[in-house]
């Protein structure tokens, strides 16, 4: 992987999934990070434009859907978010 003295390094929703499908960290990454509350339509848009590199480029989404850090709980007796629960992968 290239270190961008100019930047911080990729988050752990992307470096770790990625470093440990390619641990010889051979493919290009773009981290992209959007807000939870993004309006629907410009989250359409960035999926458009997306949708152009999928042929032959790997696209993963990560993060805040099932793990908002802005609703963490402090405690580990806290239940889980209904959301959270009914995530699935498929």
């Not at 390619?22 to 458009?48: H, N, R």
């Not at 402090?74 to 498929?90: C, G, I, L, M, R």
């Amino acid at each position: 992987m290239i270190k961008d003295e100019q930047h911080e390094g990729y988050d752990h929703g992307v470096w770790a999934p990625i470093s440990l499908m390619y641990p010889d960290a051979d493919i290009p990454v773009i981290q992209i990070s959007l807000p939870i509350y993004y309006d629907i339509k410009k989250l359409i848009k960035i999926g458009e434009i997306l949708q152009s590199f999928r042929d032959d480029t790997l696209i993963i989404g990560s993060g805040t859907l099932t793990h908002n850090l802005a609703k963490s709980k402090s405690s580990t007796d806290s239940p889980v978010d209904k959301y959270a629960k009914e995530f699935s992968f498929v």
